[in-house]
């Protein structure tokens, strides 16, 4: 194993930020979606959630995270009468999609938080570095 292939705090802080940009694209996303309409209620959409897993790299002891996968929220969708809808089934009914407006603009704020407390931690380790340099 080479000294490159051992984590270290950049490629830790990179993986987390990967993280954290994954969550706020998702939370994007649902917001994005936030009022959608269907059809049906198989076709409404549904929020998503990324599936982090803790990674332990054995050379350095270092835990990152990683993304394993996205998961569908379980929150049904909710039926309204709108007869006059396009989307509008024989009964007159559509399908709203269940987000949680609000919760999504929560989550997006933790997770640019997060980015940026991560952006920080390269800052101040870049600088500790480079006063380490000048000191020699």
């Given at each position: ?24 694209n998702?939370?994007?996303s ?24 803790a ?8 835990t ?20 006059n ?33 991560l ?18």
């Amino acid at each position: 194993m080479t000294m490159s292939d051992r984590m270290n705090l950049f490629t830790l802080a990179q993986r987390g930020m990967s993280a954290q940009m994954v969550r706020m694209n998702a939370a994007a996303s649902n917001l994005a979606n936030a009022g959608s309409v269907a059809g049906s209620e198989a076709e409404a959409y549904r929020s998503v959630r990324p599936v982090f897993q803790a990674q332990l790299d054995q050379a350095s002891g270092l835990t990152s995270v990683r993304v394993t996968g996205m998961q569908l929220s379980d929150a049904a969708p909710i039926k309204r009468h709108d007869p006059n809808h396009p989307l509008a089934d024989e009964n007159g009914d559509v399908w709203d999609a269940p987000v949680d407006e609000t919760g999504e603009m929560v989550e997006i704020m933790e997770s640019a938080r997060q980015y940026q407390n991560l952006v920080e931690a390269l800052q101040t380790a870049k600088q500790l570095m480079l006063e380490t340099l000048r000191s020699n």
